[in-house]
């Protein structure tokens, strides 16, 4: 008969040992996996409500932000017209020192299509074309901020009301100058020279485009080019003066300057008019 014969192997201490350890190492990643498992399970994603409150909280912020980066980019424009108009009165007065101190023989867009509603002059040349040889280049004469004009008095053909997108696209410059410094009586010319003017300081040389509605109120509103900005609401315009200065008016300082030597109130008048032309010529 036969017996089976069971071995058994002695257990050493060294052993016992690896058992225990591998024994440890698989209850350890056990524990693991549960603890990484109920960490998954405790995380959960937003609710709407709390989407919606987010997307609040950015709305209102934008909102607050992108009209302050509006106006920011709006005054760096402004800054940078006004540096245009600085140049093109320094380019007139280096033209008056060629030519024994007097007034560019020129006109404007302005005169060409009837300005306030009067005849259209052209004997001269354009200003912008008349001081190429003083001025750096074409750009100097487009404005940042140029959004165009409506005619209210005049316009092309005497077309009252026509508009116009873009003054330097469409004429070659987004400024004017005053046409009685070059002819008088009207479409007569005479220029007058440079040092004639009853305030050299505040005498305008140059500056935004304009035109005033003969039946509109007197506000800033009848006028037309509101480009510039210089407090919030009310519309300012980039000037030019006979000193060689340049300066961002509002329409009461245009409007209604102070200390203005005659019984016109208008900076465009009271200062700037031949001596030759009576008030508000």
């Known amino acids: 008969m036969n017996h089976a014969v069971r071995l058994t192997v002695p ?65 760096s424009r402004t800054v940078a017209c006004l540096s245009n108009v600085g140049q093109i009165t320094r380019a007139v007065m280096q033209y008056a020192n060629d030519y024994n101190g007097f007034w560019p023989s020129c006109c404007d867009f302005e005169d060409v299509n009837g300005h306030q509603g009067e005849p259209g002059i052209n004997p001269g ?19 940042p901020s140029d959004k165009g004009m409506t005619w209210r008095t005049g316009g092309p053909n005497g077309a009252a009301g026509s508009k116009v997108k873009n003054c330097y696209k469409a004429y070659g410059s987004s400024y004017v100058t005053n046409y009685s410094n070059t002819y008088y009586p009207r479409g007569v010319l005479k220029p ?29 509103k009848a006028w037309n080019s509101q480009w510039h900005t210089r407090r919030f609401p009310d519309a300012s315009w980039n000037i030019g003066f006979f000193d060689g200065h340049a300066r961002n008016l509002t329409f009461q300082e245009i409007r209604y300057p102070k200390d ?20 508000g010529y």
């Open 260 to 279: 203005a030597p005659t019984t016109e109130t208008w900076l465009f008048s009271a200062y700037w008019c031949r001596p030759d032309a009576p008030p």
């Open 11 to 75: 257990q050493t201490p060294e052993s016992n040992w690896e058992a225990s350890t591998d024994m440890s190492l698989r209850e350890s990643k056990i524990n693991t996996e549960k603890s990484v498992v109920k960490r998954r399970s405790g995380l959960r994603g937003f609710t709407l409500i709390e989407l919606l409150v987010v997307i609040a909280i950015i709305a209102i912020l934008a909102a607050i932000l992108f009209p302050v980066f509006a106006q920011a980019r709006e005054r």
């Open 192 to 220: 007058c020279k440079m040092d004639q003017a009853r305030d050299l300081t505040k005498a305008m040389v140059v500056f935004d485009v304009w035109q005033t509605s003969s039946n509109g109120p007197d506000s800033e």
């Open 125 to 143: 040349r354009y200003i912008w074309v008349l001081l190429k040889d003083y001025t750096k280049s074409a750009e100097l004469w487009r404005c």
